[in-house]
């Protein structure tokens, strides 16, 4: 009997037990609410962190210069709602595209000529999927822009992979 009764108390204990550890978990009203409230503030917080970190995707419309400030350009949305971008004042060089591989171009005058063709706009600060014409060399690259400021633009050419490239930054006029 004597083993019954400790039996009786051990399993009564262990009862006890887990009543204390609901009890000691169990949710009421003002701890659901504080973990709500947290809950909406860290989701509020990742909001505005998401809504910071996309662009306006028109940011690179306007007028920039080149670092060497010789030559400036005009990007402009097209009605394809892609980017484009041409020279619009100095050169940097020749006044004509000369080192054009098509012979028949090479009279035409570099102010004027679209030299960013068909980028689209890929999301934080960046946008892809374009070309960019050189006319020093007469060569068309692969290239990419990204935002790094209000006023400062990346544009990176490349042959295949945007590691084999070159960076030049410009910035923003107006």
Known sequence: MCNGVRALKMQTSGQR???DFKHFFKPNLITIMKQAMYVFFIAVLLGFHSLHAQSNPDAIVGEWVNEAGDA????YKASNSKYYGKVIWGTGGESKDVNNPDPKLRSREVVGLVILNNFTFEGKDKWGSGTIY???NGKTYSCMLTLKSGNKLDVRGYVGVSLFGRT?????IN
């Open 17 to 19: 037990a887990i009543q």
């Open 72 to 75: 400036k350009f005009k990007i």
């Open 134 to 136: 050189d006319p020093k």
């Open 168 to 172: 030049e930054t410009w910035t923003k």
